[in-house]
């Protein structure tokens, strides 16, 4: 499973292993916290998941439509690293 944060340090995308039941854990998949974007990726918002298992993410810069808002203006397409499995 993978969960978006918009907001706060920790911005990005988690991965939350459910494999164990009795032992889940989540940790940073996409973001500055996991070390493989840029400083400016900070505000992951929508998350989409090819039948590849290609995880599609796209950015929020806040704000509304009127105020300047730009739907899908940036996205990232995140592929897991060489021998990593997905969640």
Known sequence: ?????????????????????SNPYAYP?????????TPE??????????RKGNLAITEDPGGD???GKTPGRRHLDRRPAEGQQRP
């Open 1 to 21: 499973m993978y969960v978006a944060i918009t907001e706060g340090v920790e911005g990005g995308v988690m991965a939350v292993d459910l494999r164990k039941a």
């Open 29 to 37: 998949y996409v973001g500055p916290a996991a070390g493989n974007t």
């Open 41 to 50: 990726f900070r505000s992951a918002d929508n998350l989409a998941l090819d």
């Open 65 to 67: 439509l009127a105020g």
